[in-house]
């Protein structure tokens, strides 16, 4: 029996991120018009705020319990993952031709790619840190449930699943913009959380391989979150008008992450 409940959680935890995204992108049939600036900014702040507030509660406060035994220096397993994530992120950042959802502007190295594909790019970037936290605490759920519970997984899936909602329409009106139709648009917005499962998927078979890595897999999952809300999301929350929407939302964002994650952790 728990056997099947255990797999059951897994697979609900894998697919609840596309799903939010799926749904998201979804709304290019309901809105027509392009998405206004300030709901942008506000449900950017939003994502952002989910993020830091599972980076903290899901995965780096876990990662410093898993090695209580060491005292002081249990906060070495997670200092060494979270500059590692960064510096993860800050290498693929670097590598992949991208572009920025509401200041268009590109980053990478020079390419030939369209814009269509640049924007699906940057999202998929911002994708595989959110399937990797799913995946490593899947793991500590599966193995190590006194730190980490299957309910305390899934809240954090279904955190990752609300924020993905917006992105998912975030990112397919403006595919419509730039000259893709409303199928088109939709297909690539979801496709653009498929990344998600696969990447949750990945770590969870190699967190299960090497369990000792766990605490530094947790704290590196918050690091490439926290890199991507640092880089590329607070900036577009702030840069302009309606960056006090930004602000709020990131509150909100942070708030409800909390509470999913006492109340299900």
Not at 36 to 46: D, M, N, S, W
Not at 62 to 70: F, G, K, L, R
Not at 73 to 91: C, E, M, Q, S
Request: charged fraction near 10%.
């Amino acid at each position: 029996m728990n056997g099947t409940i255990s797999m059951n959680g897994t697979i609900i935890a894998l697919l609840l991120p596309l799903a939010g995204t799926t749904l998201g992108a979804a709304c290019v049939y309901l809105i027509k018009e392009r998405m206004p600036a300030g709901v942008q900014k506000t449900l950017i702040g939003f994502a952002a705020g989910v993020m830091v507030a599972a980076s903290v509660w899901s995965l780096l406060i876990p990662a410093m319990e898993m090695e209580i035994d060491s005292g002081a220096w249990r906060v070495l397993p997670a200092v060494i993952g979270l500059l590692a994530g960064f510096l993860f992120l800050l290498l693929l950042d670097r590598i992949t031709p991208h572009q920025h959802l509401l200041d268009g502007e590109s980053e990478g190295p020079r390419s030939k790619l369209s814009r269509t594909t640049k924007l699906a790019l940057a999202v998929t970037l911002h994708n595989i840190p959110e399937g990797m936290a799913v995946g490593v605490t899947l793991a500590a759920a599966l193995e190590h449930n006194a730190f980490i519970s299957m309910a305390g997984a899934i809240a954090l899936s279904v955190g990752i699943a609300v924020q993905n909602f917006p992105e998912g329409a975030i990112v397919s009106m403006p595919l419509r913009t730039v000259g893709n139709s409303s199928h088109k648009s939709f297909i690539i917005g979801a496709l653009s959380g498929a990344v998600e499962p696969i990447a949750a998927l990945l770590t969870l078979i190699f967190a299960s391989v090497v369990m000792p890595a766990l605490p530094y897999l947790l704290a590196f999952a918050a690091g490439a979150m926290l890199y991507v809300v640092v880089e590329e999301l607070i900036p577009e929350t702030q840069e302009g008008s309606h960056s006090n929407l930004g602000t709020l939302g990131f509150a909100v964002g942070f708030a409800l992450m909390m509470i999913l994650d006492v109340l299900l952790g």
